[in-house]
């Protein structure tokens, strides 16, 4: 997908102000007028349309759990991109925080294990997310909410796939989320994505001896590649809610 640059416009209405860097297509910060001359500020996330998308996509895009994700405003298909227009947003990026503040272990455990529950809950409903600080929000009430995500088979999850609701597809994408999972604890407590480290990542009580062993087992577990040592989403989460 070809990104559109400061200046633009999308759908008409939507005046592009500031490009951000997204885990999966583009986010735009936009500005438009509205019927009573308003100034109303929007973030609007743009990706290129599935191949294989059907012709209720639209509709079905709109039936997401607005306890999980950020609502939406508007949805619409230009030139072959598919953009979401979210409500205006009362809160921040969780990859800006990270970058600019510290975090506890308890703020960190409080926030995980808020997301470990979400995407349990995701996955009874047949839908998905993305665990990525780029894609989510933490709102001013403390509510966690997702930007990117929906119905199993609408939008990809992997790159250059689709989410199929079936049984293989749960597991691989539970062992992927647990990864995610796992390279975001790191993430929140040290600043700094595994990969930062370079091949040999260290232990996160080295980089944290605030943490207890048992946390820094099971991040080492759930970065490991090999996948049978991984642990269950709901391991982690029990574990979280006992060290914070």
Sequence with gaps: MESKIAGEII???????????????????????????????RFVHALAMPSNASSSLIEELGLRDDMIFMPLENIFIEQNNLYQVFIRMEGGLLAYQIRKR????????????GICSQLLRLELEG??????PQNIIIT????????????????????GRLSKQTEEQ??????????LIGVLIFQILTGKHPVEWGLQVPPLKLVRPDIPEELD??????LSFNLASRPQIEEIMSLLKRVG
């Design 140 to 159: 001013k009430s403390g509510a966690i909410r997702f930007l990117y995500g929906g119905k199993r088979g609408l939008l990809p999850k992997h790159l």
């Design 102 to 113: 510290s975090f506890s272990l308890e703020e960190m455990s409080w926030l995980v294990a």
């Design 11 to 41: 759908g008409s209405q939507y005046h592009i102000r500031k490009i951000f860097p997204f885990v999966m297509g583009t986010l735009y910060f936009t500005d438009r007028t509205s019927a009573r001359g308003d100034d109303e500020k």
């Design 127 to 132: 839908q998905f997310t993305l665990v990525h």
């Design 170 to 179: 749960i597991r691989t994408d539970r062992l992927y989320d647990v990864y």
């Design 217 to 222: 087992q099971i991040v080492s577990r759930a």
